[in-house]
T-cell receptor
């Protein structure tokens, strides 16, 4: 069964540095998402992306964050000038063309654990 | 304020037993309700998705119910297995002209013991 893959599985970065989290969505999916989960807390929506542009974003997704689909397979989340509170598990997800946030399941990767020192 | 509350926070049951997890929500306008299973260290995996008009949906040993009037949902697990040990997350989707939001519950941690 096709999977969403995320790299790296664990990223350790000094505070103030920039990080790029990478995701390869399922190949025929057209809607892409980023979520984060701070340790011990619930999953939080960050942003959704369709047709090479952001379709929705949460209050968390401020100017520090950006997303990009640089080629036909990768979907990236860039975090500039990282802060201690950015430490979390970041999940990428994708869904089929009729999904958006409608009635198709979102398929999640296993996440990248980001640790800011 | 849009919220999703789950209960219990954690649950321990013996292998082979049934259990029911609860989800109450105050989300408007409601679009759909999803249950996800999240194993430790893994991403969430979709179990069921229900729209306003659906009362029940099954996926193997998992059966979800939805009462849109009382804004409650439940996830029933039949004949539990050790591999059912995980966090079960209720997620409600809200849609309006400003866009669509996914509101996550904190999850119920289920431990199945032998």
């Amino acid at each position: 069964e096709p999977e969403v893959t995320q790299t790296p599985s664990h990223q350790v970065t000094q505070m103030g540095q920039e990080v790029i989290l990478r995701c390869v969505p399922i190949s025929n999916h057209l809607y892409f998402y980023w979520y984060r989960q701070i340790l011990g807390q619930k999953v939080e929506f960050l942003v959704s992306f369709y047709n090479n542009e952001i379709s929705e974003k949460s209050e968390i997704f401020d100017d520090q964050f950006s997303v990009e689909r640089p080629d036909g397979s990768n979907f990236t989340l860039k975090i500039r000038s990282t802060k201690l509170e950015d430490s979390a598990m970041y999940f990428c997800a994708s869904s089929t063309p009729r999904g958006r946030m409608g009635n198709q399941p979102q398929h999640f990767g296993d996440g990248t654990r980001l640790s800011i020192l | 304020k849009n919220q999703v509350e789950q209960s219990p926070q954690s649950l321990i049951i013996l292998e082979g037993k049934n259990c029911t997890l609860q989800c109450n929500y105050t989300v408007s306008p409601f679009s759909n309700l999803r249950w996800y299973k999240q194993d430790t260290g893994r991403g969430p995996v979709s179990l069921t998705i229900m729209t306003f008009s659906e009362n029940t949906k099954s996926n193997g040993r998992y059966t979800a119910t939805l009462d849109a009037d009382t804004k409650q949902s439940s996830l029933h697990i039949t004949a539990s297995q050790l591999s059912d040990s995980a966090s079960y997350i209720c997620v409600v989707s809200a849609s309006n002209q400003a866009g669509t939001a996914l509101i996550f519950g904190k999850g119920t941690t289920l431990s199945v013991s032998s």
